[in-house]
């Protein structure tokens, strides 16, 4: 379905994030016949060019991300829609033009794809030369601050000038098709909802490795670590989608009330429940310490916790989280481990072993759900552990096979003013509240993170934090 005509101004549009992400989700949004033909997508970024050199720069970024041919049609007709603006985000250079090529009557959305720096800069701009008004759209990125006090100001500046309904805040995570289908999971079918809750619930394990390093972006990666980068966030959002109550609505405030709720009934996480690795050099690859350049730094490249909900349907069911860079593969699940059922009839015969229901984020998208059977044979009772394993590309054919990537999913709801996906000024701050105490116990202590070998699934020290709980972390793979 189409969404409205609309005009997008992407602030930064020069930058990584517009030419990797942004552009090449719009381009496919606009093949697959979502995007008018008559709206416009205006880059505004310092780089002084005309809007040709815009489009030969996005033609350019599309074709390597979107893996389309240089003289596809249908890109000349996507570049058509594309124009520039040169502007100054601290002075008052572009924003008459941009307000000149703004259209009435059409959504109007603006994508910071900067630094939280300029989000203040931009937002009073935007207001100041009339060109955003109530109805204006406002899209912004993570980092959303470092910590409770960062981001507390983040959201006064731009509540200065705009509404919460028209602020979007950007968590990738939540656009991946599968994220979505953690509710789809829980919410559209009787079978799990009954058992999803501590008296059934043995413990959950979430899951996000990553196979590549932070060379590159180490400057950036070493002021943040994995808490910040991917705990107070992306893995934020899968555990709120978990441990959840039911919305009454998949509306965007029921939705983010639950979450909130969520994250506001986190435990603080005690420093022996929680450990922290980096990777080390691998023969001629270089570690951690040397991809951020910092030979004295304490940041973390990996992350392994425990996690407890206080409330009345966690209580005593722990959430072991983890997330690291240089692992052995490329993997991101959420695990839960239901309890043994109270009593064997079968003696002897291979006692009855927890059910286990494997969602699969990423590569190969699908669940699991591992359940006893009869062993087949003459052989007398005997059971056996076997997956009704699903991955959603074989069960829904081409429909599965073309996932839609995560920015394209999120920059269509903006267009269409769903919230629903996006993370409310209150959600970021309430888990920023409970990231801080964590990360701030860290720096006032001496430790070092743990080394761990580079192609691993991370420090031995994270073994034993489930070892001591009688549990085992799930294999990386
Ligand atoms: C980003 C983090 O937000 O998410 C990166 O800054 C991380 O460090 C990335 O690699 C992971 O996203 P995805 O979609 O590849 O799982």
């Known amino acids: 379905i189409p969404v409205d005509d609309f005009d997008l101004v992407i602030f930064g549009a020069t930058g990584d994030l517009a030419h990797r992400k942004i552009l090449p989700g719009l381009f496919r949004r606009f093949v697959a016949g979502q995007i008018p033909q008559t709206s416009q997508i205006i880059g505004a970024a310092r780089t ?121 805040r950007i968590d990738h995570y939540l656009g991946k098709e599968t994220v979505q289908n953690l509710m789809a999971v829980r919410f559209a079918n009787i079978l799990f909802e009954p058992l999803w809750n501590a008296q059934y619930v043995d413990h959950i394990q979430i899951t996000v490795a990553e196979t590549v390093g932070v060379a590159g972006r180490g400057s950036y990666y070493d002021k943040s670590g994995a808490i910040r980068d991917m705990v107070q966030n992306h893995m934020m959002q899968l555990l709120c989608l978990i441990a959840m109550e039911p919305p009454y609505h998949f509306d965007p405030d029921a939705v983010r009330d639950e979450k909130l709720k969520v994250i506001r009934a986190l435990e603080p996480v005690a420093p022996n429940d929680i450990v922290r690795g980096q990777y080390q050099p691998d023969g001629d690859e270089p570690g951690y310490i040397e991809d951020c350049e910092n030979p004295d730094s304490r940041t973390e490249s990996y992350v392994a916790m425990k996690v407890r909900i206080s409330n009345w349907r966690w209580q005593g069911t722990p959430i072991y989280l983890r997330t690291g860079k240089k692992l052995r593969a490329r993997t991101s699940e959420i695990a839960i481990t239901f309890k043994e059922p109270p009593h064997s009839i079968f003696d002897d015969t291979g006692a009855p072993k927890a059910n286990e229901l494997v969602i699969r984020l990423q590569p190969n998208e699908g669940m699991n759900l591992k359940v006893m059977i009869k062993e087949p044979g003459p052989g007398g009772m005997r059971l056996v552990q076997v997956p009704l394993d699903m991955s959603f590309a074989d069960a829904l054919g081409a429909e599965g096979q073309d996932m839609p990537d995560a920015y394209e999913r999120l920059i269509m709801d903006v267009i269409r003013g769903n919230q629903t996906l996006f993370m409310r000024g209150d959600e970021v701050e309430a888990a920023w509240a409970w990231t801080d105490p964590i990360i701030n116990a860290w720096e006032d202590s001496k430790q070092a993170p743990e080394p761990y070998d580079a192609g691993s699934s991370g420090p031995d020290e994270a073994l034993r934090l489930m070892h001591r709980d009688n549990r085992r972390w799930r294999e990386i793979r």
């Open 48 to 168: 002084d060019q005309d809007d040709q050199a815009f489009r030969d720069q996005a033609g350019k970024a599309i074709s390597e991300f979107a893996g389309v041919k240089k003289n596809d049609p249908r890109l000349a007709q996507f570049l058509e829609l594309l124009g520039y603006t040169p502007i100054d985000a601290k002075g008052e250079g572009g924003w008459k033009e941009l307000k000149s090529r703004m259209r009435d009557g059409a959504v109007h959305a603006f994508y910071f794809s900067v630094a939280p720096s300029l989000f203040g800069d931009i937002a009073e701009r935007l207001a100041g030369h009339g060109i955003a008004d109530e109805d204006s759209r406002i899209v912004v990125e993570k980092p959303f601050g470092r910590d409770l006090e960062s981001a507390r100001a983040l959201n006064a500046t731009l509540a200065q000038h705009f509404q919460e309904q028209q602020i979007y």
